[in-house]
């Protein structure tokens, strides 16, 4: 494997959240993410047990919650987040409640992250801000919030909203996270390019399926 590639492939959850997504598809990205070593698998929830069952510790299994709209109620994201922890999950990622944010509720978004940090039992927890639907000041504020509960991860979005990661988003939160917060930057990571640079701008991980599809693509012509 290309050394230079490595480091990239270690920090990709390689995701797979089509609402049409079947277990063959599933079990190709378990295969792949475990072959090219990456940092876990993002699939939906209902796969998390037959994927955890599959990898057998193969790969870390993270999968998403309220997503990905975010309005589901505090106590439908923690009996998401729990269920999918019993079912193998050892990372979570969940969506907030952004009409919160917009009536300025920092503190019930605070909450709620915190409930749900709870209802994970030690596992990964990465909170999805949605940044394509927030204006600089919610971003800034929100970086604050995260950095204050007992999240591991910010993230930049769902990728169903529109919009995806950009460079400015990603320097922004890195910035402004504090706690020993990390970014995870997800949605229009289209090559490798984008992977570099987005990890130079300060994420710690990256949510596509994309990195993996271009490695593939060095290998078939013989360059990895």
């Avoid at 492939?9 to 049409?20: G, K, P, W």
């Avoid at 505090?74 to 079912?87: E, G, H, P, R």
């Avoid at 969940?94 to 915190?114: S, T």
């Avoid at 950009?166 to 992977?195: P, S, Y």
Wanted: net charge negative; proline share 1%; charged share 25%.
């Amino acid at each position: 494997m290309n050394n230079e590639l490595k480091p990239i492939l270690a920090r990709v959850d390689h995701t797979l959240l089509s609402q049409t997504a079947t277990w063959d598809q599933i079990r190709a990205i378990c295969d792949d993410g475990v072959k090219y070593g990456c940092a876990s698998v993002c699939i939906p929830a209902s796969y998390v047990k037959q994927a955890a069952e599959y990898v057998a510790g193969k790969i870390a299994v993270c999968t998403v919650i309220g997503f990905p709209n975010g309005y589901d109620t505090t106590a439908s994201k923690c009996f998401q987040a729990t269920d999918a922890v019993n079912n193998g999950a050892s990372e979570i990622d969940m969506v907030i409640n952004l009409g919160w944010v917009k009536d300025g509720l920092y503190d019930r978004v605070l909450d709620e992250i915190r409930a749900v940090k709870d209802a994970c039992q030690g596992r990964l927890l990465k909170v999805i801000i949605e940044t394509c639907l927030l204006t600089e000041e919610e971003k800034i504020k929100l970086c604050e919030v995260v950095s204050a509960s007992h999240a591991d991860y910010i993230k930049t979005s769902t990728g169903f909203a529109g919009g995806g990661a950009t460079r400015e988003d990603v320097a922004l939160m890195a910035a402004h996270m504090t706690n020993g917060k990390k970014v995870k930057a997800a949605g229009g990571i289209a090559n490798l390019q984008d992977a570099e640079d987005f990890l130079n701008l300060g994420a710690d991980r990256l949510g596509t399926s994309r990195i993996v599809k271009a490695v593939k693509e060095l290998e078939a012509k013989g360059q990895f």
